[in-house]
């Protein structure tokens, strides 16, 4: 390449050689130097940028290393076999369960109205009653516990608000229970509201679920499925073709018969609550209907399997367990507006339903066998690791398995090829590979590369 140099004008040449006698100045200007600079950046990104690297291929004859490269492809080809196309079913194609559920209780409950039972009242309660709503989507609440108020609408003391005088109860003040009418009434405030103002006893409420005889209630659940994806024909229910309201479910004999009682829904559960604690504050029930078929066979082999667990938290202090209120209005005798104001606690259970169909599916047996081929590449890295860095030989493998070659500097044109091979033949007898002498040609045909190096050297000089 040419270089172009501003020189001091006393020089000497000879043979060719710029020699200096007094000063030398070699200075570039600014734009040459700058110049240089990005030919010399532009020539090392493109070699940077256009290297390639390619596979050499090692054949070592070496029974350690070949059994650890067959163990773990028989691992892969294993979990490809029994893992992923067996269990897991990688031949099928999969699709999430479409369903949808209906419920219906039914069960007959008697409280005598004394003691503890004196808030229910002496009467008859059947699900008309203790079923709120009468209907919801994918679940029931099924009261067990309550604290009842008969009210009418009218003027009474507000037990919140303590007062002496008039001027302590703020008139038009909205108290949660009713408006504040601006007037001490005794020891209270008056307030417009229902009357009288709804007073629960803890107490009594506490002591224990008021409707025992909801543990024995039945719930029949109805389940209908689908998976229009893969089998739009496909239909399936939980009902059986040739039961009766007689049936009772059984987990081991009858899952078609989905008549359940609340204490078999209570004794599914992961922990062992009892029928008391759970009724008593109220709580939160999941039952799951877990459905996972193989459309490639017959419909009879889809059959439901039922579990069931807690879902609100046991051991909350606050708010712990589950209520809310409801009422019952009427126009009383002489006009009064009255209400029955019933504060409801009991078992919500909510129905889940889960699963998936699977269908052969030749896409996703290829795509499985495909994943599962492409980690047969862990069993070379796994083997390189062996022989690169445990076995006592690794460093005379290192320098067999790499070998540099490097091209001239510039990318536009046909250089001299220089092979920087860095190995030096054994001088006895390898315990692995075998020996080798200087006039033989090795594995890797470093001879050969050795006597190209010889010529480049002789054409050089």
């Not at 004008?9 to 700058?34: A, I, K, N, Q, Y």
């Not at 703020?170 to 405030?189: E, H, M, Q, R, V």
Request: aromatic share 12%; charged share 20%.
């Amino acid at each position: 390449k040419r270089q172009h140099f501003y020189l001091h004008p006393d020089l000497r040449f000879s043979c060719g050689v710029c020699v200096c006698v007094h000063e030398c100045s070699l200075s570039m200007s600014f734009w040459e130097r700058t110049k240089a600079g990005v030919t010399t950046g532009f020539t090392a990104f493109t070699e940077a940028a256009f290297e390639y690297d390619t596979p050499k291929i090692v054949h070592i004859k070496n029974k350690t290393v070949g059994v650890v490269n067959r163990l773990v492809q028989l691992g892969i080809i294993t979990y490809i076999l029994v893992f992923a196309i067996i269990l897991e079913q990688g031949y099928n194609e999969f699709e999430d369960v479409l369903s949808t559920v209906t419920t219906k209780v039914e069960g007959l409950i008697y409280t005598n109205g004394t003691g503890n039972f004196a808030n229910a009242g002496d009467r008859i309660w059947d699900s008309s009653d203790y079923v709120i709503p009468p209907q919801s989507p994918n679940s029931v609440f099924i009261m067990t516990n309550m604290w009842i108020t008969n009210q009418t609408e009218g003027i009474c003391p507000e037990p919140k608000y303590e007062c002496d005088n008039d001027n302590q109860c703020d008139a038009g003040y909205n108290t949660g229970n009713g408006i504040l009418t601006g007037s001490c009434d005794g020891s209270f405030c008056s307030a417009r509201a229902w009357c009288p103002i709804e007073q629960e006893n803890k107490n009594i409420t506490y002591s224990g679920p008021k409707l025992l005889g909801t543990e024995n209630v039945t719930i029949f659940i109805k389940n209908s499925i689908q998976f229009p994806k893969l089998a739009h024909s496909f239909r399936r229910r939980n009902v059986g073709d040739h039961i009766d309201g007689s049936c009772r479910f059984d987990f081991g004999a009858n899952y078609f018969c989905p008549i359940i009682s609340v204490r078999q829904i209570i004794s599914m559960l992961e922990h062992h609550y009892t029928f008391h604690e759970l009724a008593t504050n109220g709580s939160v029930l999941g039952l799951q209907i877990d459905w996972n078929c193989n459309l490639n066979r017959d419909a009879e082999h889809c059959k439901p399997v039922y579990s069931a667990r807690r879902l609100d938290n046991p051991y909350a202090v606050f708010s712990k367990g589950f209520n809310f209120r409801y009422a019952n209005t009427w126009l009383a005798e002489g006009g009064t507006l009255t209400r029955q104001l019933t504060k409801a606690y009991g078992i919500r259970i909510n129905i889940l339903v889960t699963g998936q169909g699977g269908k052969f599916s030749f896409t996703d047996l290829l795509l499985t066998i495909g994943s599962g081929v492409a980690l047969l590449a862990v069993a070379t890295v796994v083997s390189d690791i062996f022989i690169l860095y445990v076995l006592r030989q690794r460093s005379y493998y290192r320098r067999k398995k790499y070998l540099n070659v490097e091209g001239g500097a510039s990318f536009f044109r046909e250089d001299t090829i220089v092979v920087d091979q860095k190995e030096s033949a054994p001088t006895e007898e390898d315990p692995l590979l075998g020996s080798h002498t200087d006039g033989e040609t090795s594995d890797d045909g470093s001879t050969s590369v050795n006597k190209n190096r010889k010529n480049h050297h002789r054409r050089h000089s």
